[in-house]
């Protein structure tokens, strides 16, 4: 992880950088809706310190909406296919515009039946998964979801790539406490991780990946040039990641990671995938007091030495942006000026 | 994994061996239906050549029974609370038992409503959790489950042990195939298994676990003896680990890991804690042909060069059990039939 402290510059706040991002969606094709939804999820990410997911991905979101590969007009179809069951087609545009067009079907399913299932078919899923849960737990709710993407993960005893990095997130509140939220490749390292140790110049670990000719590499560009990442934790991790590949892939409906293929779009970058989200009130599960019982949980994991709850530096660096502005290289911020007004000149 | 070949002795069929486990489980005081719920379960581990959930385990199903730790005779309560949620109370009973009471009513939900969930609390699991999904699988659905346990893993980061080795398993149809399953402990190494190396006087890998004073070892001895195991896959695994805690330990309303207390109970081995459950009806999900979609990704699998699909041991297990019976120890057959008398004599 490349901390927030390497690239401070200047200050944005995260109403600007919004405004930013937006006028560069729209200028790239999209609707407004789909342009708001994007902006509030890529300037997220870079409050929040997650930067492999915040305004280094702008110039592959405004490349793949150029190719025509992915739509940003899209009006997802969501049907509440039975009373916890909603399937959503995103109609070849984001997740995240499928996701918060069905959102208030989801919160009525969970709330008249205590679990709610979303499968996406159709989609293409560019960002982190974190802002597709939190939200959930923090109004109370258990949420998981996971997506695949473009094979650049060969499974355990492989050769080949045949999974995405199929990143898992989940989400659950806890008393007196911010959600404690985990979102994670199965891969060892993100893609977007090996992007920033190539631009940085940066070699990877050991064990991180392998060459196009299934040799192991610490050069992010070899993984990047037709090589491929390892999974996480050997045999175990690989089965997370066919467990998302089955989940995302198979069970929405979408394609699996092997079957992008961006022939005919040059620029494109974002994986047509799938997502599932499943969403659980634990008020029904037999817990009288279940943000008590987290609370008794996360205490137990600080005593015993654990230095840190999934998504602390997160809401740690969401505070810091919040007080003082959410550092940007002034040449990044310079870039995205641009890219608003090359866009503009181009429509 | 110690294999089944490392102690052929005697054979023994399928159905001779569950006779002779429901003897040992009835006079343990188990009612006839646990009785025959258990044998089934332990029996079809033995016959798998998964060993570390066989017969192997049956001196800790006696004793756990015979302290009174866990009840025999538990009537499981099933609720159906939303048309796709179940929540059930073992009553301190198996898991297994109370999965089975609640069975028709998950399959109904799962046909009604194309997912349904089941969270089991007040309950005790001491076996694999693959025969709880394997059967939904056979039947054309996904299944996932976890189940937490005894506190026996370290989280990552940390000095003390607050996980239990909370396995997940998760079992899939595929066309012209046995099913897809995976089953396994978040730990680096199941606790069987762990076990099963005390036994054999052989060491476990490094990595494996830490002692008492949360030092790194190998000796298994020392793991169990008041040390504990270590996550696999480093934080990414130890999330799983969490991800297992959560849901089978408090959105079921169960127990932590941690909060096992055997006091008062000399001879008690079986986790006390709770388990999860969820049946998906892929058909629901928008892919009209899934279990072929699964075949093409599994072939997919084995051309990237992976040399097994996750269940296919098992299943190449119970085709030469079928074949030529199960093979046991000579010494083990007599041990088994010896508890069989030895309870007998006592109730």
Known sequence: MIEADDREDV???????????RAIFVSSGTSLDTAYILAENCAGCERDGALSHGIFRMPGYVDSLRSGWVS?????????????FIRIDARNGFAQSALASADPMIRRAVRETGIAIAAIRNSHHFSALWPDVEPFAVDGYFAMTMVNGLANVVPHGGRQAVFGTNPI???VPVECSGPLVVDQATSVMANGEVRLHALAGKAVPNGTGVDRDGKPTTDPHQILAGGALNTFGGYKGSSIALFVEILAGAVTGGQFSFETDFTGFPGAQTPKA???LIVIDPSWGGSANFTSRMALLCRQLLDAGQDRLPGARRFANRAASGRSGIPVKASDLQRLRLMACDQNTQT
């Open 169 to 171: 997130a989940f989400a």
């Open 72 to 84: 940003g007009q899209a009006v997802p179809a969501v049907e509440r296919f039975g009373p916890s």
């Open 274 to 276: 799938g997502q599932l």
């Open 11 to 21: 200050r944005i706040t995260f109403e600007d950088l919004k405004s930013l991002l």
